[in-house]
């Protein structure tokens, strides 16, 4: 059974007087503080970074004043411009202008001019609204589910802001290791090509011949296809952190500050149980489906509080209940894909005093499987983020290792240049190519599942990422 790494959560809230706004595409939290302060797991960056990506030489520019670079299609149009932005200054702004928080804000404040003035209603509305009081109750659960609604977006940009700054920075150093790797290829296709043309005696070639020749060729080919992939690669990744930070490149051109992925390390263990407990603690999420559950329950003694009347309206009369956006659950033969359960409560409810109380008490019935279901879902997410960030540990790792072993290969390589096995120089170069790719994109992987870490455990764990 396979959980995804970011499981859909039943988000609800319950906003009284007034339209609160729909959400983005993250999700995190806040809920209550832990009673007893614990150490919490820390990462630091190593002072040493990544060993950077070596750079081509530069290249000899023909007649027509065009370079080796430009006849392999590995020029690169989009030139970076602006001043250089860390990734806390991105979070800055993107907390600063993004207007899915500036849409919650608004309706924060909307939803409390509302509360005040039901606040102010006295005992002279109260003979004419028996319901007044407990209504001004409700009132008060949607403006604590606003405050989760707020943070959680707040949580759910900054690890936006993490996740694609460092795509970025990730797609620039594939993209320079693609373009290495292209050269040091060319190199031997041409080596192999002269080779062929001069040496005709099949014994003094030592079996290279035209065959393997197009296999290089091929290979080459290849290798310029992932640098297309990786500068396409880096610009979406620069148009996604962009929207987070509500910006645009014409009128707010920027670089990124960092030009290599950090390496991070771990400081206090950290447990799958400690994560579940920080998540259980700290989510929003169960604070918005909280606040639904007494509002729903306070809805019985609304009901019950007007005896004669046989059409009475519920709280989502004057409220807006805004649903989250929950896919369907999916189930396949690798997929367990859970999904949540939405509440209901219809505008108004008919009947005697008893039928009308009976349906608002199975309406909150409703609502505690709401809480119930999306407690699970967190303890699931927790979870699963947990096991990802240890398979990233891992594998980094491993690909370290990797990476060690391929720079001892590409001393070979470098020694054994005029040996006529062109063919092998070559898989040998791009085996080395390969092990610091995957180097880079295990780094990329781990500090993905680092920033998911702090988002599902609504920032109980933080890492302190270089520049934030």
Request: glycine share 6%; proline share 6%; hydrophobic share 40%.
């Amino acid at each position: 059974m396979r959980l995804p790494t970011q499981l859909p959560v039943s988000g609800w809230k319950l906003w009284i007087g007034l339209v609160p706004v729909a959400g983005l595409v993250m999700a995190t939290v806040v809920g209550q503080p832990p009673a007893t302060v614990r150490p919490q797991p820390s990462y630091q960056p190593i002072r040493s970074q990544m060993p950077p990506t070596p750079a081509p030489q530069p290249r000899a520019v023909d007649k027509n004043g065009l370079t080796d670079k430009d006849k392999n299609g590995l020029t690169d149009k989009y030139v970076d411009s602006g001043p250089e932005l860390s990734l806390g200054e991105c979070i800055a702004i993107a907390l600063e202008r993004q207007p899915s928080l500036k849409a919650v804000q608004a309706s924060t404040a909307a939803l409390e001019i509302g509360y005040r003035s039901l606040s102010k209603m006295g005992t002279a509305a109260t003979l004419l609204s028996p319901d007044l009081e407990i209504r001004k109750q409700q009132a008060k659960r949607g403006f604590m589910a606003t405050s989760a609604e707020y943070q959680k977006l707040h949580n759910e940009i900054v690890q936006d802001v993490i996740r694609l700054y460092y795509t970025a920075v990730y797609a620039s150093q594939q993209q320079q290791l693609a373009e290495y790797t292209v050269f040091n290829l060319e190199v031997f296709v041409n080596a192999g090509r002269e080779l062929l043309e001069k040496e005709k005696d099949p014994q003094l070639l030592e079996g290279f011949n035209k065959i393997k020749l197009q296999i290089m060729e091929d290979g080459l080919l290849q290798a310029k296809k992932l640098y297309v992939v990786a500068k396409l690669g880096r610009q979406k990744a620069l148009s996604g952190l962009r929207e987070v930070m509500g910006v645009d490149a014409q009128s707010f051109p920027f670089q990124l500050k960092d030009k290599e992925l950090p390496l991070m390390k771990q400081n206090v263990p950290l447990s799958v149980e400690r994560v579940v407990e920080l998540a259980l603690e700290r989510r929003p999420e169960l604070v918005l489906a909280a606040a639904g559950v007494d509002a729903f329950r306070l809805e019985v003694y609304a009901q019950g509080k007007i005896p004669f009347r046989r059409v009475v309206p519920t709280f989502a009369s004057g409220a807006d209940i805004h649903a989250k956006e929950i896919p369907p659950s999916l189930r396949t033969t690798f997929d367990y894909r859970p999904g949540g359960i939405l509440p209901e409560m219809p505008t108004q409810l008919v009947g005697t005093k008893y039928d009308r109380v009976c349906r608002a008490m199975a309406f909150a019935q409703r609502a505690d499987a709401v809480y119930e279901k999306a407690r699970n879902l967190i303890i699931a997410e927790a979870e699963t983020t947990f096991f990802d960030f240890e398979q990233a540990a891992e594998r980094l790792r491993y690909a370290k290792q990797q990476d060690e072993t391929s720079e001892r290969l590409a001393n070979l390589v470098d020694a054994n240049r005029d040996s006529r096995a062109k063919d092998q120089l070559l898989f040998a170069q791009v085996t080395v190519a390969k092990a610091k790719a995957d180097y880079l994109q295990a780094v990329h992987e781990y500090l993905l599942a680092l920033a998911a870490l702090e988002r599902v455990t609504a920032g109980g764990i933080r890492p302190e990422f270089p520049g934030r």
